[in-house]
Antibody, heavy 119, light 107 residues
């Protein structure tokens, strides 16, 4: 059974940093591109960042470019999102998701980890 | 950035009725469009990808159509568990973008 378990969320002050983790199981992690998608409270979905299976290529939304870094450790089947220079507008539930065969669609999702940026 | 506009924002229907949800792209995305369902307190679930292909385990009452800039998700006969928020998403260009969602509510 495919499972994705996010962790690392919490309350952080503006300008601060957090690192989110997503532990994957039930599939060959290194064979799949992965993504982070966020959802602000009561709002819609925003694709934040993506990374291919090997980790060699990454993509980030303009809203987080230069502040967030996606990475992965295939030996640990874990996806990461390093979030720096956090802003109030980054407050959201952050989902980790698997990309279906690298096609840009997300077929499995975790339950999310909440990031709150506030002083 | 490709903008996806969903309509209507809210759709009120009764169980057993047919639901038609629309998604319009600001430029052509070919057939590179997906639909997701999200229920309160849950993560989104992939329903349709490449405009018309049902994801694994998705009931046949869900169907997708369209290409280019205009897409439709149809639920042929609504079941009680279908009342949720639906999002479209394009993967034609980075950044991959989602529509703002259509809330399907019980009338």
């Amino acid at each position: 059974e495919v499972q994705l378990l996010e962790s690392g969320g919490g309350l952080v002050q503006p300008g601060g940093s957090l690192r989110l983790s997503c532990a994957a199981s039930g599939f060959t992690f290194s064979s799949y591109a992965m993504a982070w998608v966020r959802q602000a409270p009561g709002k819609g979905l925003e694709w934040v960042s993506a990374i291919i299976g090997s980790g060699g290529t990454t993509y980030s939304a303009d809203s987080v470019k230069g502040r967030f870094t996606i990475s992965r450790d295939n030996s640990k089947s874990t996806l990461y999102l390093q979030m720096d220079s956090l802003r109030a507008e980054d407050t959201a539930l952050y989902y980790c998701a698997r990309d279906i065969a690298g096609r840009g669609y997300l077929d499995y999702w975790g339950q999310g980890t909440l990031v709150t940026v506030s002083s | 950035e490709i903008v996806l506009t969903q309509s209507p924002a809210t759709l009120s229907l009764s169980p057993g009725e047919r639901a038609t949800l629309s998604c319009r792209a600001s430029q052509s995305v070919s057939s590179f469009l997906a639909w997701y369902q999200q229920k309160p307190g849950q993560a989104p679930r992939l329903l349709i990808y490449d405009a018309s292909n049902r994801a694994t385990g998705i009931p046949a009452r869900f169907s997708g159509s369209g290409s280019g800039t205009d897409f439709t998700l149809t639920i042929s006969s609504l079941e009680p568990e279908d009342f949720a928020v639906y999002y479209c998403q394009q993967r034609s260009n980075w950044p991959h973008t989602f529509g703002q969602g259509t809330r399907l509510e019980i009338k």
